[in-house]
């Protein structure tokens, strides 16, 4: 039906002209439409003006074309649906019938008013056209930053991020990942549960976001407040948490594994430290038990020890039981300690800890708990630290051990203590070794002096007969020879020589014989007058000149004469040696008395071929002779309790030595010799010696006093006889086969009346112990009147028992 029929006016015909005005009419129509809706780019769509950042097209009707990159988003009761072409982004906003039949990859041209909505630049579609189809277009990738920028809105970015918040609004869903200030928002608009769409994100995760760079900013200026806008929950996906990430959910067991594994590194390095200082240790106590001397032990650990126990020095001081002191290692003998009245923080210290024995520790002398010492000015102040460890070897106490730091006060440690207290113990050790080693050599030197002395008895044994037949026949010539003449002379000159050699004989005996078991007063003038006239004559034929000074009045003193006539002869001996390349040979001796002391000058004109004895160290030279050494001689005159010291300056030497004076009442009174009397009855003697030549001896001089002798060689053999027959006294050598003395003394006790010990060398505990109620010891080389003494006190003995006991009484 046709509309103008209604309106009741008449249609007039339609010709040619009108149809063409119609067309032109259109054609006007329609190009004043193209020059209202012009076509722009998306950056000339998205440009915008300072300083509130509006639109610069706001409101203008435009045509624009791009790629659709994603499928449309609802928000509210619109759509929107991005497009990008060449780096740029646009939204475009229109309804379901516009963008239904759109996919992404299509590329369109829309036709529409341009708008602002809260500062995004959004185009109302009037209409849109597609112009063609393509690939969708790839997602760009921006890290959170990058994204919030007016020139990526509208494009299709994808991004990372941690979450750091999630929640939802009247809007939709949002969570919001990054990090401050560049934190970025992403929305997903209202739908079914939108607003519980993120509930399966955590605070911590990491997640990847695909969607259009978005902006909700209402207030001008229109510069901030950046979204990524997504369609569906899909477009976020959950990584993999990076090991920073994973970290931080497991910072308790890695914070707890690193402070294992540090402890473990510092008890590592600890551990291997302490191996490190053990070792150290160990070799340095092997190397302290094989050290010679105690200067070289002191050496050694002071060499060490600093990098043990990070100290400075050490010291080492010896108890010397005979003065009752503690004497430094290496230092000289007048800074020797006295245990009854130290002075000074380090000697009153090192007293307390040999007192005590217990280990002293000192850490800063400026507080220590002893009383200072008046010190001068000149002396040194002590150590700022010190420790003070007791040497001690099966309970015996040795010395004392000194550790010290004299830069810096310092505790010691339980560990370090204990390191220095098995060092101190391994240096008493070494130190017990060094004593019984010496022990040892002066024990096997008194047995081949022992072994040369009985060689040399009996030798002198059979000299003597000879020498006395030949001294008797002169003497007994010279008495029948009373014409003067030659042969008188001749005989004088037989008998003094005889008589010569008879004393050079007996002094041989004198030199090898051990000393005796106690001290006896000795004339020292005439041991010196003796040594001289002995010497005088090899003197004489090297050249040497003497002067002697020793005066004729007898000087007592007590010790051993023997001993103290091998240690001047070993004196003289090293004077004449050191003056064989001498010039002008001299001598003086002299022995001088001064307040119950007697000095003994040896003076040579020879300058000292050794270091001085001050501080008890000094060179032990030896001469040809096998002399003592002087270093042994100092040693036997200070157990007589003497001194002896050595000086020198230029070519003048002097040996001094200095022994005590026995008083004028304890001087001995020669007693008038009386012959030994035969006792009251016969007794029986066991004798059981393995040398014949004392056996024999023996044997004599018991029989000239009345006693029945049974001499044995074995112990067995003995023993069987004290069970069967009874004898009254068993002389016993020290030296039998089988069953050693002790033994034998353990069996036969009880069943004679005295026991007498044949020791083959002097020992001064077996003298002071073995000798007892019926125990007696003779010393070898045995002579007549040690043997008559013995003798006497054996027979005084018995005599005693039989008075008392019809029995033999047990000692």
């Keep these: 039906m046709d509309r103008s029929a209604n309106t009741g006016v008449r249609r007039r015909p339609r010709g040619p002209l009108y149809e063409a005005l119609t067309w032109l009419a259109c054609a006007i129509a329609g190009l004043g439409l193209a020059f209202a809706e012009p076509t722009i780019t998306l950056q000339e769509a998205a440009a915008r003006k300072a300083p509130e950042f509006t639109l610069l097209h706001d409101g203008r009707n435009v045509v624009v074309s791009g790629q659709v990159s994603v499928n449309p988003i ?4 619109v759509l929107h649906l991005p497009i990008q072409e060449r780096g740029r982004g646009l939204v475009l906003e229109g309804s379901l019938r516009s963008f239904g039949q759109l996919s992404p990859g299509d590329w369109v041209e829309a036709h529409g008013r341009l708008v602002q909505r809260a500062g995004l630049p959004v185009v109302v579609v009037s209409r849109i056209v597609t112009v ?28 990372e991020g941690q979450v750091i918040e999630v929640g939802s609004n009247f809007g939709g869903a949002f969570l919001r990942m990054g990090g401050q200030p560049n934190t970025l928002k992403v929305f997903l608009p209202s739908g079914q549960d939108s607003h519980r769409a993120f509930g399966a994100f955590a605070v911590g995760d ?14 001008p200026p229109h510069v901030d407040q950046f979204e990524l806008l997504v369609g569906d929950v899909k477009d976020v996906v959950r990584l993999p948490g990076s090991w920073s990430t994973q970290a931080r959910g497991f910072w308790p067991v890695l914070a707890a594994l690193t402070l294992m594994g540090i402890s473990w590194w510092r008890r590592e390095i600890r551990s291997r430290r302490q191996r490190e200082m053990l070792h150290t240790v160990y070799h340095l106590g092997e190397e302290i038990l094989s050290a010679g001397s105690a200067p070289e032990i ?55 800890c040999f007192r005590n024995r217990t280990l002293l520790s000192i850490p800063d002398t400026r507080r220590h708990p002893f009383p200072a010492p008046s010190r001068d000015k000149v002396s040194a102040p002590p150590p700022r630290s010190m420790l003070f460890i007791p040497m001690q070897v099966q309970g015996e106490p040795i010395g004392v051990f000194q550790v010290e730091n004299e830069r810096k006060a310092r505790s010691f440690s339980p560990d370090e203590q204990a390191v220095a207290q098995h060092l101190a113990n391994q240096i008493g050790l070494a130190v017990k070794l060094l004593q019984q080693r010496s022990f040892r050599e002066q024990l096997s030197r008194s047995e081949k002096l022992a072994a040369v002395g009985r060689l040399i008895s009996g030798v002198v044994n059979d000299l003597q007969t000879p020498l006395e037949a030949i001294s008797s026949m002169a003497d007994s010539a010279l008495e029948q020879h009373t014409e003067p003449g030659a042969p008188g002379h001749e005989l004088l000159v037989i008998a003094s020589e005889a008589r010569r050699a008879t004393a050079i004989v007996t002094r041989l005996v004198s030199f090898a014989q051990p000393e005796q078991a106690q001290a006896e007063p000795v004339d020292l003038n005439q041991l010196l007058r003796n040594l001289i006239q002995f010497r005088e004559r090899e003197w004489k034929a090297c050249g040497i000149h003497l002067t002697n000074l020793v005066s004729k009045k007898p000087v007592q003193i007590l ?13 003289l001996v090293h004077a004449e040696q050191a003056l064989e390349d001498a010039t002008d040979k001299r001598i003086i001796i002299r022995a001088d008395v001064l307040t119950k002391r007697v000095f003994i000058e040896i003076r040579y004109s020879a300058p000292m071929k050794f270091t001085p004895l001050v501080d008890g160290a000094a060179e032990s030279t030896r001469s040809g002779s096998g002399d003592l050494g002087l270093d042994v001689c100092r040693s036997i005159i200070a157990g007589h309790g003497g001194e002896m010291r050595i000086n020198g300056s230029g070519q003048q030497s002097v040996l001094e030595v200095e022994l005590p004076c026995l008083p004028a009442t304890e001087q001995p009174v020669e007693p008038q010799p009386v012959e030994p009397k035969r006792p009251g009855r016969r007794w029986t003697v066991l004798l059981l010696e393995q040398e014949e030549f004392v056996e024999r001896r023996l044997v004599e001089w018991l029989s000239i006093r009345g006693y029945r002798v049974v001499p044995v060689r074995s112990s067995e053999e003995g023993l069987d006889l004290v069970q ?21 003394f353990d069996r036969v006790r009880g069943r004679v009346g005295a026991f007498a010990l044949l020791a083959e060398a002097f020992s001064q505990d077996l003298s002071t112990h073995f000798r007892g109620e019926g125990r007696f010891v003779l010393h070898k080389p045995i002579d007549q009147d040690q043997f008559n003494r013995t003798l006497l006190a054996i027979e005084g003995r018995l005599q005693a028992v039989e008075a008392r006991a019809p029995e033999v009484e047990s000692y």
């Design 74 to 77: 609802r928000i509210g009761d």
């Design 132 to 159: 063609s189809t393509g690939a969708p277009p790839l997602a760009r990738a921006l890290n959170p930053a990058d994204v919030q920028n007016l020139d990526r809105l509208g494009q299709l970015v994808v991004t």
């Design 206 to 219: 990491t997640v990847r976001v695909t969607g259009i760079a978005y902006q909700y900013c209402p207030i």
């Design 298 to 352: 002191l050496n050694k650990i002071i060499v060490v020890l600093p990098k043990v126990l990070k100290v400075t020095g050490a010291k080492l001081y010896l108890y010397d039981r005979g003065s009752n002191t503690l004497d430094p290692t290496g230092e000289p003998q007048s800074t020797a300690i006295t245990i009854d009245t130290p002075s000074g923080l380090a000697q009153t210290s090192a007293v307390a």
């Design 559 to 571: 010790g051993s004469h023997g001993q103290l006539e091998q240690v001047f002869l070993n004196l």
């Design 724 to 744: 069967r027959v009874r004898f009254d006294v068993v002389f016993c050598s020290t030296h039998l086969r089988g069953l050693n003395w002790v033994e034998f």
